[in-house]
């Protein structure tokens, strides 16, 4: 089976920011190729760009020895798909791999569209056998476990971002097959005058050693505010689930789970939340997960190392307390 | 730019954080259990391709689950309604449409966006599954748009449905020639007709301005709530009903669609989160945190 890892070099950013973003996506998409294609296959990277000055750190990323260059217009999704449906023409790539995301995730879909090809997003694993691709890919808000089966081709899959967590990219000796300037026909785009905001970051919780989830066990904006101010009296990060950002009980940036951040830290404390399986999975590769919560039968107390079955504000407060006075008599 | 029409997408779907934990390892065991394939909730003899699904509960027993509005979509919903609000303020004339394809489970949901003001609400009807059919999905919207109402903005949610699926808005994109703008969280009408989004990239946070047509969907935003029509709302509308559609209507042939569609979902599969679920007792908070604190946190804590 022959492959082709996409990256997408292009960007509104600066190059740092670019050079992050590739570094994330070939992470994803190199430890999907060592642990999650459960298939012999050769392939190379396909790496879009559009500023000739950061060229050489986004070959130094590719996650395959062989890689091709592609010059485009930045964000130009439109003309990537249609460059990628045209390597596709020749039938010698049978999957197209792209990182999750909102890039690999359009891409990967218009070039099905194209193509006549099969599109599979947030793909944890996949085999080839007789003619078809068998994928593995998370459904049901994580409740459940689907196996789908692919079998025009090209397959277009986007891999997990979990895979991202894998350790670095392997030390590659890179050899560069081709660059080729493919502006023509990019045009202005359909988008102008991108402005960078001052993103809410996540990275901090993403980083963190410790997180205090508050979850709508808070019971309102003022108990969030209270697990808030006992998470960062013990030096927590604050981290919360789907509803208590809704709510708007605090910032979306502090958004755990699937939709938000995804999390490794030491200790978790999860106070007052559910554990449903789209929020557990921004907190499972947690060290130790300490659920406290009223409800017995709430799915994080089956799913936490430790649990305390009573008020979550309270417990949480009291936690702060200890450890404050633990810290001070140090 | 005299007027902008908007159409906004919703997918009705069952509350699945009500189902309980048996209903879930119920359908894997019965997928397990199966020869080849995942079976209905309906049907246990059944295969599980999606031509052959017995009903909207797909794979899955939802059967007595409440149905809500995908959170995205709703999302979508309310942002439509501010769009258009704004519109107006603009001296723009908005349209808005809104439009869901699946089961009768989606008719009072049309009819409270008649009430908040949609000019249209139609549904498409089919008692096929569409869970995991997002191809059938984006040709009926795709055909909704180009054969029966012409909009300028195409507004849904970023992910829907049972799979998360992620695809359909692009899928619309590319079947229409449009642009697709994803995971946006904010938008926003120039006085020259185009339109300010806020949307989350790969490279984080920014605002741009986009042309119509063009595709919107709508990820993480704070406005996650649509709003609710008053009862004098409800009432202006008592005699109004959604516009109901057959695909064919659209010239589209839903069984050939979702005889085609790929991926095939083939197997469901339990996953096993558990860990210890070490229970730490005490007669009051104080003790149950201090119990904590003694048993794990304090030589962890060291360490961090």
Known sequence: MRFAAVLDGTSAASADVTATVVHRQSAALGAFLRGGLDTRATGETLVFYDDERGKDRLIELAPTRDVRLLRTGSRAFERMAA????????????????????????????????????????????????????????????????????????????????????????????????????RDGCGPGPFEDREPLESPSAGDLAASRLVVVAGSGAGDRRGVERIAAAARQMGATLGVTRPVAMNAWAPMDRLIGVSGARTAPALCIVAGASGAPAFYWGIEKAGLIVAVDIDEHAPIVRDADLVLLDDAVAIVEELAAIVAAEREAR | MSSMRILACFRVTPDYEALRESAWSAAARRSLSSSGGA????????????????????????????????????????????????????????????????????????????????????????????????????????????????????????????????????RVADELGW??????????????????????????????????????????????????????????????????????????????????????????????????????????????????????????????
């Open chain 2, 179 to 304: 642009p697709c703008l994803t995971q946006a969280t904010g938008v926003e009408p120039l006085a020259d007709g185009r339109l300010r989004v806020t949307v989350m990239t790969d490279d984080g946070l920014q605002r741009l301005t986009a042309r119509t047509p063009c595709v919107l969907a709508v990820g993480n935003a704070v406005v996650s709530h649509l709003r609710v029509p008053t009862l004098t709302d409800r009432l202006a509308v008592r005699d109004r009903r959604p516009d109901i559609l057959e695909p064919a209507d659209l010239g589209v042939d839903l069984t050939d669609a979702l005889r085609r569609e790929g991926p095939s979902l083939t197997t469901l599969e339990g996953i096993d989160r558990r860990r210890q679920s070490i229970l730490i007792e005490g007669d009051t908070p104080r003790a149950k945190a201090q119990a904590l604190f003694d048993l794990r946190l304090k030589s962890l804590l060291e360490d961090l």
């Open chain 1, 83 to 182: 460059l990628l449906g045209t390597q596709a023409e020749g039938g010698q790539t049978d999957l197209f791999l792209f990182a999750g995301g909102p890039a690999g995730t359009e891409l990967a879909t218009r070039l099905a569209c194209r193509s006549g090809g099969e599109v599979l997003t947030d793909v944890l694993g996949a085999e080839a056998a007789q003619d078809r691709l068998s994928c593995r890919r998370s459904i049901y808000s994580g409740h459940l476990m689907g196996r789908f089966e692919l079998s025009a081709r090209p397959w277009c899959i986007s891999v997990d971002l979990s895979w991202a967590d894998s350790d670095e990219p392997e030390a590659i000796e890179h050899v560069l097959l081709s660059d080729t300037d493919e």
């Open chain 2, 39 to 170: 079976e209905t909730g309906h049907d246990e003899s059944a295969g599980a391709r999606h031509d052959e699904i017995a009903g909207p509960a797909g794979f899955v027993d939802t059967r007595f689950v409440r149905r809500i509005l995908d959170c995205f979509d709703e999302s979508a919903l309310e942002l439509a309604l501010r769009l258009s609000d704004a519109l107006v303020g603009l001296g723009v004339t908005s349209g808005l449409g809104a439009l869901s394809v699946g089961t009768p489970d989606a008719d009072p949901h049309l009819k409270t966006l008649l009430a908040l003001g949609f000019e249209r609400a139609a549904r498409v009807h089919t008692e096929a599954a569409l869970d995991f059919a997002p191809a059938a999905t984006a040709a009926v919207i795709a055909a909704y748009i180009r054969r029966l109402d012409r909009r300028d903005l195409l507004m849904l949610g970023a992910r829907s449905g049972p799979g998360g699926d992620a695809t359909v808005p692009f």
